[in-house]
């Protein structure tokens, strides 16, 4: 039985349990169909089984030893990564100077010592390229390393040689976590980076970034044998109609109707670089446009993109980047190619 067939089968009982709306009682009526699946654990018939279930299933869709389900962010796979692998204060996590905030933060939640690298960046964009990992070799000489976290994809698309960093992390008996967040894609394409599904020890991608999915859901991969510390830092009333759409979610990705979606919307970019050759592009991933204009600045360039209605990820200087995904049509992208070809 799935999860929504589940949640169904509540539909007809009187309920005394939590939540108190029973899915009937619509304070915000527009949700109406979100309270319907808002069914809380206790409600249901051995619902813990109903989950092992679906992130099994998902486990066999990605080729790893455990996939969980995550309601709260890629930025809870980082902490519950980080506090796995911990076992004490004098552990050191080598991490990037630059990364998201929930790398430090999980650092430091788990009582271990942080240790920073940097990234070289790409001066013709202005944007951090990836991890060398013979810049990360002389850190594993100097200090004994407990984990080390990449970001790859970077937030502008540069992806690192994670296969290379994991050989690395072998020689140095270290865990390789790889914040994935912005490359929940790359499982279901070879047009794309390949996944760090593949080698990594921890990996988390947001299905909510680039994969179609509802803010803030995501997917923690594991591929090591660990006793996971996620319940640590997750809520025992996890949300059920999250928990359904990422089962979906996954469904929908390694369907074929899914991988279609993914082809046509890299087939659109390819076809939006070409017809711009005024433009340069940069970047491993095709679906992250970074882009830049010979005498223009990037934020001149945003700004001007603003005026024909279209709002940018992220600027600087040098560069845009404008982010695309499972839900960027190719009207959109007709919309902007005008833009760039107008300005
Ligand atoms: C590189 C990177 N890692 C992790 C996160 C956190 O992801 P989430 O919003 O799914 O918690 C973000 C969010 O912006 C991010 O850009």
Redesign the pocket.
Known sequence: MGFDKLIKTKFNINLFTTPSHSQRFFIFKKFRHFYKYDISETDTHNPEEMLVEAEKFAASVYGTKQTKF?T???????LASVLSVVSGCCDNILLWSN??K??LNAVKLAGANPIFYNVPNDDKFGVPRGVNPEDLEPYFKNFKIKAVII?SP??EGYVSDVKAIKELCNKYDTFLIV?E??GALYPFSDKLPESAIKYADFV?Q?L??TAGGL??T?LLHVNCDINLKLDIISTTSPSYPLLLTIEKNIRYLNSSRGKKEISKLINNIIELRESLPEYDFGGDDITKILIKKEGLSGFDLSEKLYSFNIEDEKTNDISTLLLTGIGTKKEKLDKLKLALKRI
Do not use: E, I, Q, R
Not at 72 to 78: A, D, F, I, L, Q
């Open positions: 995550l709260n962010g890629s930025t809870s796979g980082v990364a998201h929930s790398h970001t970077s937030y914040d967040a912005h988390v947001s909510h970034k803010n803030p995501a």
